[in-house]
């Protein structure tokens, strides 16, 4: 069975500097990663979607990464500003037959002024 | 407004009453998703559809019924509200499944069960 695991819970960190978000799985047998945005009380938003045949995908300040054998995709913030305080949500969708998204239970994000 | 919506935006309930959570989407994508959301549990998957009359299980589906007659709604019943089911609840579209494209999500339900 897939899980989703995310570290850390909650971070904090100033204005301007470069963080990475870690999200890990156990089953390599995805059909793609995706990485959300949740601002409080507010639905999910996707950032960056990554198939299983890619490696990266880009968007402005945020990078993705993916890397199916050990299991592990990060999502890189450049220059990060307070408007990036938020919930940041992964999730895998398996190769089971059926078509279900697995999410991990998010990295709370706060960016200092 | 083109999208997905959901309503009640909130609901407050009694255990055993009957519950339904409406949701919209108007792009005419063929899958829906119904998620619920818990501290500690992220979101897990109740029940979703590939298309009109298709509807398959989740994660979670015990207590609750869905059904889809038109593309655009997706219904989700509560047919005898719990405690338990006290959760933020999620409707989400997509066009496409297996890696292609990616989920819509609406704005979320808050439902108290007293």
């Known amino acids: 069975k897939q899980e989703v695991t995310q570290i850390p819970a909650a971070l904090s960190v100033p204005e301007g500097e470069n963080l990475v978000l870690n999200c890990s799985f156990t089953d390599s047998a995805i059909y793609n990663l995706q990485w959300f945005r949740q601002d409080p009380g507010k639905g999910l938003t996707s950032l960056l979607l990554?198939?299983?045949?890619?490696r990266e995908q880009t968007s402005g300040r945020l990078n993705a990464s993916l890397d199916k054998s050990s299991g592990r995709s990060t999502l890189y913030i450049a220059a990060s500003q307070p408007g990036d305080s938020a919930t940041y949500l992964c999730a895998a969708e398996n190769l089971s037959g059926t078509y279900k998204y697995i999410f991990g239970t998010g990295t709370r994000l706060k960016v200092l002024a | 407004d083109a999208g997905i919506t959901q309503s009640p935006r909130y609901k407050i309930t009694e255990t055993g009453r009957q519950v339904t959570l409406m949701c919209h989407q108007t792009?005419?994508?063929?899958?829906m998703f119904w998620y619920r959301q818990d501290l500690g549990h992220g979101l897990r998957l109740i029940y979703y559809s590939a298309a009109a009359d298709i509807t398959d299980k989740g994660e979670v589906p015990d207590g609750y019924v869905v059904s889809r007659s038109k593309t655009e709604n997706f219904p989700l019943t509560l047919e005898s509200a719990t405690r338990s089911q006290t959760s933020v609840y999620f409707c989400?579209?997509?066009?496409?499944?297996?890696?292609?494209?990616?989920?819509?999500f609406g704005p979320g339900t808050r439902l108290l069960v007293l």
């Open positions: 792009w005419s994508h063929s899958y």
């Open positions: 989400a579209s997509s066009e496409l499944a297996g890696g292609q494209e990616t989920q819509y």
């Open positions: 990554i198939q299983s045949s890619q």
